[in-house]
């Protein structure tokens, strides 16, 4: 082997790494060329790692834009949903679908697992909202578990 051929052979040891092979041979071959190709191999070692770093700066460029693109977005959405709830009555439809404001209630519970075993899946003490949201809606929740009410609203679409 040559010096002229050491890019060429970096190149083959880097194919053969991320293939999973074994690049010994060809890392022999450099060291039996002796000091300038240990410089050599070094500067691209050097190179790879700079240009990760670079990479993973433009990465960090990219996610920012994309968090900034999805806040626009959400808030255009947010707009959108008080145009439709206040100037068409929560309702609109174009050419391109059906555009409303769909409300969604959830209840948030405060059950204790040693007074109420029953709203409970065992082994592991997991509440059972099914069931508690069933007797929410029905009024028929027994009065000593208490909880709170959310409704949020979101625009949804059909098309």
Do not use: C, W
Request: hydrophobic content about 40%; proline content about 6%.
């Amino acid at each position: 082997m040559q010096l002229f051929e050491i890019p060429f052979v970096f190149e083959k040891i880097e194919e053969m790494i991320a293939a999973g092979e074994d690049p010994t041979p060809l890392v022999n071959a450099l060291v039996e060329l002796g000091p300038p190709a240990i410089d050599e191999f070094v500067l691209a070692i050097e190179e790879k790692e700079a240009f990760a770093l670079a990479s993973r700066e433009k990465a960090k460029v990219f996610v920012e834009r994309a968090r900034s693109l999805e806040e626009r977005a959400e808030k255009m959405r947010d707009f959108l949903k008080d145009i439709v709830n206040n100037h068409f009555n929560g309702k609109v439809r174009t050419g391109l679908g059906t555009y409303y404001v769909g409300k969604t209630t959830t209840y948030d519970f405060d059950v204790d697992f040693r007074t109420h075993p029953e709203f409970f899946v065992i082994p592991e003490p997991k509440i059972r909202k099914a069931e508690l949201n069933t007797l929410v809606k029905a009024n028929t929740l027994p009065e000593d578990i208490k909880f709170t009410t959310t409704v949020s609203e979101s625009l949804r679409v059909r098309r």
